[in-house]
Nanobody
Framework: QVQLVESGGGLVQPGGSLRLSCAAS????????MGWYRQAPGKQRELVAV???????NSADSVLGRFAISRDNAKNTVSLQMDTLKPEDTAVYYC???????????????WGQGTTVTVSS
């Protein structure tokens, strides 16, 4: 079994900061990409940021310069530092990991349960 457990969501005022974290656990041999998606009410899930195993990152234009993604391969964690938050950042944030289960040559994508971020005054 593989689990991705997120933490760090909450309510913050516009202009504030939050840090989301996600830890992967279970029986897997390797994690490739990790990242974050978000889904606002009434909207489709969208990519926020991704980071490769080697540390290369890619972010949505809407969060460039405000959000920073990082990972710790030794701890199997990925984090999202969110600064200068705006009301339009309000959403449920989901972490994901593309990983190889122990003994399997195939890559699977696993998702966290989601953590809610609300930006409001």
């Amino acid at each position: 079994q593989v689990q991705l457990v997120e933490s760090g969501g909450g309510l913050v005022q516009p202009g504030g900061s939050l840090r989301l974290s996600c830890a992967a656990s279970g029986s897997f041999s390797r994690i490739n990409s990790m990242g974050w998606y978000r889904q606002a009410p009434g909207k489709q899930r969208e990519l926020v940021a991704v980071v490769s195993r080697g540390g290369s990152t890619n972010s949505a234009d809407s969060v460039l310069g405000r959000f920073a993604i990082s990972r710790d391969n030794a701890k199997n964690t990925v984090s999202l530092q969110m600064d200068t938050l705006k009301p339009e950042d309000t959403a449920v944030y989901y972490c994901y990991a593309g990983l190889f289960l122990t003994g399997s040559p195939f890559e699977y994508v696993y998702w966290g349960q989601g953590t809610t971020v609300t930006v409001s005054s």
